[in-house]
């Protein structure tokens, strides 16, 4: 069984900077990708940012990239957000997500979902 916490969600000003944590237990953490991924109002879930298993290699959606940095601790089995020059389009529910495989490959190999946080940018 793999569980998958969220927190760090909140209203923040356009500009603002937040930071999402996600905890996991349940697997090995440290021998799997995770990834974050968000769902707006009346929008699909989207991708949104993948790190390997040791951290070495990081991907991003183009619409984040130089703004949101993900990392990871496997000693503390967290992944981490850090987003930063929020702007009000990055309003959505954020899901952390877990990978099958060690390497980031496809979003479909993600098997693994938390409950969601909410970030709120306002303008």
């Known amino acids: 069984q793999v569980q998958l916490v969220e927190s760090g969600g909140g209203l923040v000003q356009a500009g603002g900077s937040l930071r999402l944590s996600c905890v996991a237990s349940?697997?090995?953490?440290?021998?799997?990708?995770m990834g974050w991924f968000r769902q707006a109002p009346g929008k699909e879930r989207e991708f949104v940012a993948a790190?390997?298993?040791?951290?070495?290699?990081?991907y991003y959606t183009d619409s984040v990239k130089g703004r949101f940095f993900i990392s990871r601790d496997n000693a503390k089995n967290t992944v981490y957000l850090q987003m930063n020059s929020l702007k009000p389009e990055d309003t959505a529910v954020y899901y952390c997500?877990?990978?099958?495989?060690?390497?980031?490959?496809?979003?479909?190999?993600?098997?693994?979902w938390g409950q969601g946080t909410q970030v709120t940018v306002s303008s």
């Open positions: 790190i390997s298993w040791s951290g070495g290699n990081t």
């Open positions: 349940g697997r090995t953490f440290s021998s799997a990708a």
């Open positions: 997500a877990g990978h099958e495989a060690r390497n980031y490959q496809n979003v479909p190999g993600f098997k693994y």
